[in-house]
Each structure stands twice: as C-alpha cells, then as structure tokens.
C-alpha cells in the first residue's frame, strides 16, 4: 500500500510585499494630498459677516494665522462658537463652510453701550459699565456719554461711578434709539439724570427718564423734516406724553 505525501509548499516574495505597502503609502498619501488641495482656502472666497470695529481683512488675519489654517474643515473645527480673548469688542467667531474651498467667517461683537472720554481717551463700556477697550480711536455708532464722572478707569473692570444704575438707564436709552432707527452721537446727563440727546447738530431735551419710548419717536419724525436739515439748535421734548396735543419747540443757536 503507498503512501501519498502531501507537501506544504509556501513561496514567499518579499519584494511583492514591499510593493503593496508602497502602493498603499502612496494612496493614503495622495489621498491626503487631495483632501488639503480640496479643502484648501481661496482668499477671494472668503466672506466677513458681523464686523464692525474690524474690517474683513483684520479679521482674515486673526483666523488665518498659518498653513493648516487655509484648511476648511479644520477652521470649521477649532471656531465653532470660539470665544475670543484679549481682542478688543469681539466676544467669538465662527466659520462655516459655504464649499470645500470657501468659509463664511461670522464675527459677534460685544454689545458696546457707548463711551467717555477720560484724560484724552475713549473708554468703551458694555451696559454693565464694564470697560472694554481704551483707545484714542473713534468708533462710529457708538455715543460719547457725559455727565457720568470716573476718578480712574481700568481694562475688564466697572466704571466707578457713584450710581451703577446708570448704565441700566443707558441702555435703556441705546436701545430705543436703536429702535427708531436714530444714531445719537452724545448723550448727556445732567446732576439730576435729566437726558439731552445730541443729533447732527441739534440738541434734543429730554429731560426725566418718562416717556422714553414717545420722546423718541417723535425724535425720529422730526429728524425726517426737510426743513430743520442743517439747521442748528435746541427741540424740547421734555413734556412730551406721546399725546397729540404735544408741541415740540425748536429753538435755534444764536
């Protein structure tokens, strides 16, 4: 009876193994290639959103600081709701890919309530009081307040002023300008809180803190009269009730 043997004949080939791996380098590597030249950011395909103390190309500069942060995906990525520190009026920003190769950055400003001038400078605050940035700079939009005195002023912390409520009336006030479509450039508060709102050239007395809401937006319609255009002076509205019987008296500058 014969045996039949079976032999376990294995033939290796090394130099086959070494080139799969470097087909599968040289595909991972491509691939990788791909991924950067697709995702990589043109500059005429991004777009500013949002900014106003900055313009688009400041803010190109603080997100697009080196190489990988051309990358789409990876902007996507490190500036979801990022907050932003030590940069003046931006509290965060956000990019959002619009294509592989374009963003949208959306820049969110701190909510500025306005400013004083302190020994030559603007101080910016927030409705809080809290001072955001000093500078010799101005800021259109935002109003100078006076009337409101501070022995020292410091980055991050409160105006000191002697009734913080202040700020809530400032706000106040900022909002229902806001409302009205009206950009104040100052508004001034005497010893006894009266307000007087300064626009162009004329000088709006609003006197108490009552009837906000109607005092400014009987401002809004004068402010559309042709013929106060250019004109310099005074508009009470202190006793202005928003009621129909109300008069508004303009007294012009010597």
């Known amino acids: 009876m014969s045996k039949r043997i079976k032999a376990d004949v294995r033939i290796e080939h090394p130099w086959l193994r070494r080139l799969f791996f470097l087909i599968l380098i040289a595909m991972i590597a491509g691939a990788g290639w791909y991924y950067v030249d697709l995702h990589t ?38 500036y979801k709701d990022k907050p932003i520190k030590d940069v003046p009026f931006i509290a965060s920003m956000t990019v959002k890919v619009t294509a592989p190769d374009s963003i949208r950055i959306e820049v969110h400003e701190k909510k500025l309530a306005g400013y004083i001038v302190f020994l030559g400078e603007n101080v910016y605050f927030d409705d809080a009081g809290v001072v955001m940035e000093i500078t010799n700079t101005y800021t259109a939009g935002i109003p100078e307040i006076s009337g409101i005195l501070a022995e020292e002023v410091m980055m991050g912390e409160p105006l000191p002023v002697e009734d913080p409520s202040i700020f809530e009336l400032i706000l106040e006030i900022t909002k229902t300008l806001e409302k009205y479509g009206i950009n104040a450039q100052k508004i001034e508060f005497d010893e006894n809180r009266n307000i007087t709102v300064k626009v162009e050239n004329l000088r709006f007395l609003i006197g108490e803190e009552t009837y906000l809401n109607e005092k400014f937006e009987d401002m809004a319609g004068i402010l559309k009269k042709e013929e106060l255009s250019g004109k310099k002076g005074s508009i009470d509205l202190q006793n202005d009730d928003g009621s129909k019987n109300f008069t508004a008296i303009f007294t012009p500058d010597e």
């Open 41 to 78: 950011i043109k500059d005429e395909n991004v777009v500013v959103t949002g900014n106003v103390h900055y313009t688009a190309e400041e803010i190109k500069e603080m997100v697009m600081v080196d190489a990988k942060s051309r990358n789409s995906l990876y902007l996507s990525w490190v």
